[in-house]
């Protein structure tokens, strides 16, 4: 399996995504506004892997400390916090390692250094152990024999490995389910066809690529068994923000018939939202849409919109697949028990 | 306005839109073989721009008969005909220009070969007549001070001039209403990007270009008037075949009370088909997918599928807009009348 992020004694070393499938390329960020300029510019991106990158920023920016304790950690927490606002991840891990380092305080300073180091390898390691879980959940749910699509990246790649949505996939293939999967390009920034089509193959995992305006005629004609997405933030009620595009495959697959799970860690969960009109839709360059690797694809100076991730209403989703089991309508409800687990 | 396609002393001239936004490139088809190679390599697209293509490809393949008079005009038409298989109009001027060089036979070829010319002509002038009527039939229809979504390109380049969604767009303006254009860039071709951004872009009309997986986005949040595309060929009941991406619109236009309006000329009808499920959809090449002007954007060996249309069942269109004034629903009736007229 491919490793998304770890870490190493010269910093946090991760695959650089935006080079990916053309180029299979290691950067090492030795600093932790290195990390959060990996982050910001989609080095690493998936909602848990942030949350993995940003705990590692926070272990490396402690490790030497300048100035004030309490204000240098604030500085390092700020800087990781500032780089992408619609995850919920990453402000769940950079909280966790904050929480550490505040009962730390004290300690003598190589102590503080490497508890942090080590929380964030653990903050790794549970990821893979909850995508296992979430990946055990979920494989009962996937038809057999039948196709399954997908949107995005929630992969090992938008992981610390194995993924989300692709965790059920894979967890269903282990289970020798018959699956093929269907996969959304996903522009602008074609998660779909550089990162989930390159790590399916990689695994042998039958898959077809499509560009996203072609999901509702698959949907349509009828041989799709299921759709399984990731999720960036899942409100209370259980409405779910995820890559643009998410909203319109959840409507199409609901019209069809086919049911639309949505797979994602509890971190996901932001309990202290209502419902998914609160979740802040980060807003991207428009040379994301203007242009692809470079080459010009639109008029000079048209105009673009690029919302970055849309919400999806807790209406159309079937169920949320989560680590410590499958949440079904009413979410308020359901999700609620499991965050108490 | 840009002239998408001509007839002079050299062949038939069109404007090269593969190239597009990036060159504005001329090209001259001195054969019918060349006519059909830049209909099927969709250095011209777009319903009625093919039927006037197809029509002065058939003129300039008269323009010297090769054999016997019969078998070659059927050799010029059939091999026209089988460039692509889903726009109507295609069929519907072979078919008109096919009449006539029957009607013809017998007479003196320079004699056949002028009225053939003239008839293609006619058919490149009556379309741009036919897309003004369209524009001031629908014009009405258009919401004033919001935004009209459009997929594809249904301008100027997809007919002889005007063009059909495009053209309602245009009539609105000129009637003086404040719209803006939210522009679909149609992946894979990118029609949307490269060409509905490029001439409204030229005629001053405020557009906005997302990628296709965002509409469902901006149509959930309520400021979009009504969407307006085009059509490939509409069956007897209303169904309408389009670009690849439209049903998926119309379905999220539904869903969100906004009126999905098809703007299309009555050639475009196709009465021998009782519903969109008989008409054929073209499966296009997978490197449409994978490349973008030749840049690679997916893992090598991914399987891809490229359906280039898809239908949107009758119960999505809120009315068509043809020359002869708005059809609604039951559109088997009031398509019939139209047709009838």
Chains 1, 2 share one sequence.
């Not at 490793?3 to 995504?17: H, K, L």
């Not at 942090?116 to 055990?136: F, M, Y």
């Not at 697959?253 to 209502?274: C, I, M, Q, R, W």
Request: glycine residues 8%.
């Amino acid at each position: 399996m491919v490793e998304t992020i770890q870490w190493a004694d010269a910093g946090v070393v991760m695959i650089d995504q935006t080079r990916l499938p053309r180029e299979e390329v290691y950067v090492t960020c030795r600093t932790y506004q290195e990390v959060a300029e990996a982050i910001r510019t989609m080095v690493i991106r998936g909602a848990p892997a942030l949350g993995v990158a940003a705990a590692m920023g926070v272990a490396l920016g402690m490790q030497r400390v300048e100035g004030e304790f309490r204000a240098h950690l604030d500085r390092v927490c700020a800087t990781l916090a500032a780089t992408r606002p619609t995850a919920v991840n990453l402000f769940w891990a950079i909280d966790r390692m904050k929480r550490l380092a505040l009962k730390l305080e004290g300690q003598p300073h190589d102590q503080i250094a490497a508890e942090l180091v080590a929380e964030a390898q653990r903050i790794r390691e549970e990821d893979i152990e909850i995508n296992r879980a979430i990946g055990r959940h979920g494989a009962p749910l996937v038809p057999d024999g039948k196709r399954v699509l997908t949107h995005c990246n929630a992969g090992a790649l938008a992981t610390a490995g194995y993924g989300t949505a692709l965790g059920v996939i894979r967890a269903a293939v282990e289970a020798g389910k018959k699956i093929a999967v269907l996969a959304d390009e996903t522009r602008p920034f074609l998660q779909g066809a550089r990162l989930t089509a390159w790590e399916l193959q990689r695994d042998g995992i039958e898959t077809t690529l499509i560009t996203d305006n072609m999901a509702g005629y698959f949907l349509k004609r009828g041989d799709i068994g299921c759709v399984i997405v990731g999720a960036d933030r899942i409100a209370r009620n259980g409405d779910v923000a995820n890559k643009i595009g998410t909203y319109s495959v959840a409507v199409l697959a609901k019209e069809n018939g086919v049911p639309f799970y949505v797979a994602a860690p509890l971190s996901t969960l932001d309990l202290s939202l209502a419902s998914g009109d609160e979740i802040p839709i980060e807003q991207r360059p428009a040379s994301e849409v203007t242009h692809v690797f470079g080459v010009s694809v639109a008029p000079e100076g048209i105009h673009v919109e690029n919302p970055a991730f849309d919400v999806t209403p807790n209406r159309y989703v079937t169920a949320i697949i989560t680590e410590k089991g499958v949440a079904r309508p009413p979410f308020e409800e359901t999700l609620a028990v499991f965050a108490q687990k």
